[in-house]
């Protein structure tokens, strides 16, 4: 039957989902995100987050880009785990925070954490099903958090061997139902394109591939926002996951080209996320410059991921 959760005097409806387990999973998303869209005194950014000396290494990339698995390894090599997930930079300060929470896996992550000998015993699978799974950092490595550090490094990931400026981003809907009604209204926007629907056992995922013109983006914003009640989430995902055959390749560049990557990427996770002004109270051309001055002490790269261990060795020398 329909539940709903009431956050802030607000409602969210929770409802029509593909297994009734899935409801706890349901609402700690709606939860979450919500929390997330409160913050504004950090910069959320979507990527994981390691210490060395005291100093801070942002890896900052799309779902799919290998983020969890390199925050893993350079933990058992020695970094201090802040965050796989969210990095949070102070407006104010521009300290970078810990944002622990249990770590999410996939079958590629848990194959990973099998090549690290982790017992068994200490993964545990997920309310909504048996494909995921979720791991306390603290049963994964005996060595301590990291605190509240300067930044040292941010790394922008890519997975495709040649950067090519793209001109479309893929956009991942989660489903609480599927709505077949909402994939016709947003296949209709000229500049989208819809590639596939598939399920992961409780939640379907519709995958666009959407143009990054204003004009497309705002569209697809706004029928998005007028079938909320079936969306459970939206986050961009990388077109390609990581090669590991590929030898990974790091450069330098500039911070404006670092911030304004960034700046699509504030808050990918959110639920019914619009536009990132929303959540802020400042222009979006504030907030980029804000993003400028904030990353403006801290050494920026753009890294292509290949081979898990070269690709570790890359950062772990940056670290030292």
């Given at each position: 039957?329909?539940?709903?959760i ?7 409806e929770?409802k ?8 706890l999973?349901?609402a700690?998303?709606v939860?979450f995100?919500s ?6 005194s950090?910069?959320?950014?979507h990527?994981a987050?390691l ?6 290494l942002?890896?900052?990339?799309l779902s ?12 058992r090599?020695?970094?201090q785990f802040?965050?796989d997930?969210?990095?949070a ?15 999410g ?9 099998n ?9 545990h699978?997920?309310i909504?099903g048996?494909?995921k799974w979720?791991?306390?950092i ?7 958090l990291g605190g509240i ?6 790394i922008?990931l ?10 479309y981003?893929?956009?991942d809907?989660a ?6 009604n909402?994939?016709k209204?947003?296949?209709k926007?000229?500049g989208?394109?819809?590639q ?6 409780n939640?379907c995922f519709?995958r666009?591939?959407?143009e ?12 998005c926002?007028d079938?909320?009640e079936s969306?459970?989430y939206r ?11 590929n030898?990974p ?12 990557e ?25 907030i980029?410059?804000?993003l ?8 920026c790269?753009?890294?292509l ?10 950062i772990?020398n940056?670290?030292?």
């Open positions: 039957s329909p539940c709903s009431i956050i802030r005097h607000r409602t969210y929770i029509h989902l593909v297994k009734g387990k899935a409801l999973d349901s700690d998303i939860i995100s929390i997330l869209s409160k913050v504004k950090h910069f959320l950014l990527g987050v210490s060395s000396n005291g100093k801070a942002v890896l900052s990339g799919g880009s290998g983020k969890t698995t390199l925050a893993l390894e350079l933990t090599r020695g970094l802040l965050s997930e969210i990095a930079i102070s407006r104010s300060t521009h300290l970078i925070h810990p944002f622990p929470r249990a770590i896996t996939r079958k590629e992550t848990l194959n990973f954490l090549y690290i000998d982790i017992p068994c015993d200490r993964l699978h997920t909504s048996e494909k979720i791991v306390d603290e049963e994964l490595f005996d060595s301590p550090c300067k930044g040292k490094c941010l922008l890519e997975t495709v061997p040649e950067r090519m400026e793209s001109n981003q893929n956009i809907i489903l609480k139902r599927i709505d077949y909402l994939i209204q947003l296949r926007i000229k989208v394109e819809y596939t629907l598939n399920s992961d056992g939640y519709a666009f591939k959407v990054k013109k204003k004009g497309v983006q705002k569209e697809f914003l706004e029928i926002q079938y909320r969306i459970l986050v961009k995902v990388v077109e390609k996951p990581p090669n590991p055959h030898n390749k790091l450069f330098p560049i500039p911070k404006m080209e670092t911030a304004l960034l700046f699509g990427n504030l808050q990918n996770i959110v639920i019914n996320d619009g536009l990132m002004s929303r959540n802020f109270c400042e222009s979006p051309l504030q980029l410059f804000e400028i001055d904030a990353i403006d002490n801290m050494e790269y753009r890294l991921v290949g081979n898990l261990k070269k690709t570790v060795n890359l772990s940056l670290a030292k």
